[in-house]
């Protein structure tokens, strides 16, 4: 074991005769309260669980507690609602189904983790939007008019990608990543990208090799991106002359 000092007597003394809970005892021993745990099942010394604090075994049996805690444990709770009385079914299918509203909305009007929603949801078999359904088409901000839908122009050949990567020195002109990484890691090519997002246009200032994470981020905000990129063509042809 890696813990010379940690001895089934000492264990003993501690836990089962002095009483100390584990991470006391961890605490003062200035090791995990796993290890502590670990020991205490390697010397079979039986460990006591929260059902063995029970009665005279809690070391609150008998006493209460002040008024003034009884205050401020009431008025912590102030506002906060009865999830059973609150989340019922019909509220959540107008809420969520009829006015469409995202259940991380939902979790703050109600005050509650977004969990309680999901867990409220599956209770009353109301159907979980995911986000790959619910943001698809002209639901998705990044909307524009269908065009990615369009098909690529026969001008963007293997031959055409395979000259630009080159140009770009087979390296994502974003967050530089490798082609050779790339195929380690994701096992692709990189990806040739156009700046203005129009398929037909594929002229090389318009084209530029990025990794496909980068290439889905520039996807949003594509204003900001398309200037970017407009940019950073712009940069290499000045370098190459």
């Known amino acids: 074991m890696k813990h010379p000092n940690i001895t089934k007597e000492l264990l003993e003394k501690l836990y089962s005769t002095d009483l100390l809970s584990g991470r006391n005892i961890a605490k003062q021993l200035n090791v995990n309260f796993k290890t502590v745990y670990r020991y205490l099942k390697f010397y079979k010394i039986s460990i006591k669980y929260n059902r063995n604090m029970q009665g005279k075994n809690n070391p609150f049996f008998g006493k209460n507690h002040s008024r003034q805690v009884i205050k401020e444990s009431r008025e912590r709770n102030i506002g906060k609602m009865y999830y059973t009385e609150t989340l019922t079914k019909d509220v959540l299918i107008d809420l969520y189904e009829k006015q469409e509203i995202k259940a991380e909305n939902i979790a703050k009007q109600f005050n509650v983790d977004i969990k309680t929603i999901w867990r409220y949801l599956r209770k009353y078999n109301i159907h979980v939007k995911r986000t790959g359904n619910y943001f698809k088409g002209d639901k998705n901000p990044a909307w524009i008019d269908g065009r990615s839908y369009l098909p690529y122009s026969s001008e963007f050949s293997d031959i055409l990608k395979l ?54 981020r520039a996807n949003l905000d594509r204003d900001y991106w398309q200037q970017f990129y407009k940019d950073k063509i712009a940069s290499i042809y000045i370098n190459c002359k």
């Open 163 to 216: 000259k630009i990567r080159t140009r770009d020195n087979f390296e994502c002109q974003n967050c530089g990543i490798t082609e050779e990484e790339n195929l380690i890691i994701k096992g692709r090519n990189l990806d040739v990208h156009h700046i203005d997002y129009i398929k037909e246009h594929c002229d090389e200032h318009n084209l530029i090799t990025l990794c496909r994470q980068c290439n889905i």
